[in-house]
């Protein structure tokens, strides 16, 4: 299985704008932000990332809140830390950032914020642009034949906007989740018409015929975008 899913990676890199050398790799965290913390926290994350220190963290960072769940997840907001390459990682977890800003923020978040999940995870087709989109929506996969999918995912890509994204989970996932499909626009609105238009080209009914049998989708979430920091 680990070899199948290795060569996977390797074709969708292959035609994707990721170069092997510098494969990226991103954190996100699911967590509750309490209701009367919410300002607060977005506050202090702002002061942090748009301080000298937060301006050189090696990361692009989005905070969205969660807009649609199954009401199995009772995680309020998303905290994603999207690094170029594994390099970015090296000092992950080693603490509060060396500002007071940086204590500041960490000090909100133990007082307002619960960390229900983190999942490390590696885009395999992806546009770093599309971070500033206002509305994501989220499946989460269970992909058990990833060649066959993978075909099917780049030609529906390629025949409907081209800016559907697929990730790889590597640690934290749910039970059975081993893959993520992601669908990016500037709002909700934008979003349902770019859906419309996708089923009406009958594209959706060619790729689920392709990828029959190779995957199933285990839950989705919705997420409207708060802020994005370092996306230069």
């Given amino acids: 299985m680990k070899k199948i899913i290795l060569t996977l990676a390797m074709l969708l890199l292959t035609i ?7 494969k990226s790799y991103w954190a996100c965290m699911a967590v509750t932000v309490d209701n009367w913390g919410q300002t607060p926290f977005v506050d202090a994350l702002d002061n942090f990332m748009n301080s000298q220190v937060g301006q050189l963290m090696p990361y692009t960072v989005t905070l969205s809140e969660v807009a649609f769940t199954n009401g199995n997840d009772s995680s309020t907001h998303q905290l994603c830390f999207i690094g170029e390459n594994a390099a970015s990682f090296t000092t992950w977890g080693s603490g509060p950032p060396p500002s007071m800003e940086g204590l500041a923020l960490f000090m909100t978040i133990d007082e307002y914020v619960e960390f229900d999940q983190i999942v490390l995870g590696s885009p395999l087709i992806f546009d770093p642009t599309n971070l500033s989109n206002g509305f994501t929506v989220v499946w989460a996969m269970d992909v058990s034949d990833p060649a066959t999918y993978a075909n099917g995912f780049v030609e529906f890509n390629n025949s409907t906007t081209g800016t559907f994204e697929l990730h790889e989970a590597i640690i934290g996932a749910k039970d059975g989740v081993t893959h993520y499909f992601v669908a990016r626009q500037s709002d909700l ?8 238009g996708v089923f009406a080209s009958g594209a959706v009914e060619q790729f689920q015929s392709v990828i029959s049998g190779s995957a199933d989708i ?15």
């Fill in 16 to 22: 994707s704008n990721i170069q092997a050398q510098e």
């Fill in 189 to 196: 609105g934008a979003w349902l018409e770019a859906r419309e």
């Fill in 218 to 232: 285990l839950f989705n979430v919705g997420f409207n975008l708060i802020k994005s920091y370092n996306t230069d």
